[in-house]
């Protein structure tokens, strides 16, 4: 599993192939957009071409409300795929697995505090639920439903 914060270098380089945009507008007028990045050729250091397809979904962070806190909420994705959770709220906040009541907290993902506007990656290779939440504020969850 490969995870980073987008404040801090890393090295894997993307080829994109595309970037896809949907939006709608809710019956309240509320516009929803889910920016999905499709990568071919995710590469390590060694700069080698892996040829393989690889998408990464966003998840939105928007403050403490519950199990509306990481939009969308939950998420489904493939096994490969990644997630990149952005802080779009003005608090401090994590994208930690587990719960905080469990004894795998951070054991399968821990981004650390993410200040206002910073990113945080992880790419699921199991298939699987993940349960998450903010450890700062810990009616913050969220749930990846990997396929």
């Known amino acids: ?9 890393f090295r894997c380089s993307f080829f994109l192939v595309a970037a896809l945009i949907s939006t709608g507008i809710t019956g ?12 071919y050729g995710v590469s390590s250091s060694s700069g080698q071409d892996s040829g393989s397809l690889a998408i990464v979904l966003d998840v939105s962070i928007v403050g403490i409300k519950k199990d509306k806190s990481f939009d969308p909420n939950p998420i489904e994705i493939n096994a490969g795929d990644s997630i990149t959770w952005t802080n779009d709220d003005n608090d401090i ?3 930690t697995s587990g719960s905080d009541e469990g004894p795998s907290i951070g054991t399968e993902f821990d981004s650390g ?4 506007g910073q ?10 639920t ?7 504020h810990d009616s913050m969850t969220g749930k990846v439903i990997v396929g």
Request: charged share 10%; proline share 4%; net charge negative.
């Open 28 to 39: 309240s007028g509320l516009v929803l957009s889910t920016v999905v990045t499709i990568a």
């Open 119 to 128: 990113s945080f990656t992880h790419q699921f290779d199991k298939p699987g």
């Open 113 to 116: 505090t993410v200040a206002s």
């Open 130 to 136: 993940y349960e998450y939440f903010c450890s700062f």
């Open 93 to 95: 906040h994590t994208v």
């Open 1 to 9: 599993m490969k995870d980073y914060i987008s404040s801090q270098p």
